[in-house]
């Protein structure tokens, strides 16, 4: 079975450059959540979608980070512009509906962001 | 304040001698305590769920254990293959968030 998938797996851009990570998520999960790690901090969750519907976006740092689910097999983060303090690792993580076995979320690869 | 505090941050031992991990969690309601493994450039992968006190899990070398307040992670007579950082995370009840702590780094050496 193939598990979350991220693109691109590395990036390094220059500060003020658009930047767009994706994540297609496992099959038939209907939750989708967007993580940071550094290892200031450690891994902060940024967003999470419900069926395609962003629920909490509390851990989003600022505006210029959005996250979009147009439909339930992918989704995408994106920062414009960017700074060299968004610099960090991030991770997409999916997770299938209720009940014990649809407590547990799967992580993607993650996609290692740089900005110079 | 921190809902998942993990100790130690880093963690060295030679191979076969055996140890734990801390994690404790301040949520008032948990709904799941999950443990994750993860290695150099790569996403976590998942190791066990935890629902109530007393329950435990056991896969290969690694033992996990819950109670009202922390969980542990017991690596008994581990191999290099074992380093790794452990993270641990908290679901808590009414909630569809999982928070993370930071992570034990553990290093075995031959």
């Known amino acids: 079975d193939a598990g979350v998938i991220q693109s691109p797996r590395h990036e390094v851009t220059e500060m003020g450059q658009e930047v767009t990570l994706r994540c297609k998520p496992i099959s038939g999960h209907n939750s989708l959540f967007w993580y940071r790690q550094t290892m200031m901090r450690g891994l902060e969750l940024l967003i999470y979608?419900?069926?395609?519907?962003?629920?909490?976006d509390s851990g989003m740092p600022e505006d210029r980070f959005s996250a979009k689910m147009p439909n339930a097999s992918f989704s995408t983060l994106k920062i414009q512009p960017s700074e060299p303090r968004d610099s960090a690792v991030y991770f997409c993580?999916?997770?299938?509906?209720?009940?014990?076995?649809?407590?547990?979320?799967?992580f993607g690869e993650g996609s290692w962001l740089t900005v110079v | 304040e921190d809902q998942v505090t993990q100790s130690p941050e880093a963690l060295r031992l030679q191979e076969g001698e055996s140890s734990s991990l801390n994690c404790s969690y301040t949520v008032s309601g948990l709904r799941g305590l999950f443990w994750y493994r993860q290695d150099p450039g790569k996403g976590p992968e998942f190791l066990f769920t935890l629902y109530s006190a007393g329950e435990e899990k056991e896969k290969e070398r690694l033992k996990a254990t819950l109670t009202k307040k922390e969980s542990f992670l017991h690596i008994t007579a581990p191999k290099p293959e074992d380093s790794a950082t452990y993270l641990c995370?908290?679901?808590?009840?009414?909630?569809?968030?999982?928070?993370f702590g930071k992570g034990t780094r553990l290093h075995i050496l031959p």
């Open positions: 993580a999916s997770r299938g509906r209720q009940g014990h076995s649809g407590n547990t979320i799967y």
């Open positions: 995370a908290v679901r808590e009840e009414g909630d569809d968030k999982i928070i």
């Open positions: 979608f419900n069926n395609n519907v962003p629920i909490d």
